[in-house]
Nanobody
């Protein structure tokens, strides 16, 4: 089994930056891909970004392209989401998820098998 733990959320001002971390433990060798999703208050969960467990094939939602970067640390079984130039609409609970087989549709949450608890990101002045 794989366990995921997110960290790095908090309060950030518009235009600021934040780095979210997702630590995988357990049978991490079985992971094929990892993704970040978010759920804004009162809205449905939405895809943010994904990456293969080897660190390749980064894929982003249009609304974060050029602002967010997903990256993989192979040494520590970590995946990061670097958030730059954040906006109020980025306020959400951010969760990481892993897939044990290659996701057919990266942005589909049903492609992922294990989820973390989430970390709150609030963008406000």
């Amino acid at each position: 089994q794989v366990q995921l733990e997110e960290s790095g959320g908090g309060l950030v001002q518009p235009g600021g930056s934040l780095r979210l971390s997702c630590a995988a433990s357990g049978r991490s060798f079985s992971i094929n891909a990892m993704a970040w999703f978010r759920q804004p208050p009162g809205k449905e969960r939405e895809f943010v970004a994904s990456i293969s467990w080897g660190g390749g094939y980064p894929y982003y939602a249009d609304f974060v392209k050029g602002r967010f970067t997903i990256s993989r640390d192979n040494a520590d079984d970590m995946v990061y989401l670097i958030m730059n130039n954040v906006k109020a609409e980025d306020t959400a609970v951010y969760s990481c998820a892993v897939a044990f087989s290659r996701p057919d549709i990266a942005w589909n949450p049903h492609s992922y098998d294990v989820w973390g608890q989430g970390t709150q990101v609030t963008v406000s002045s």
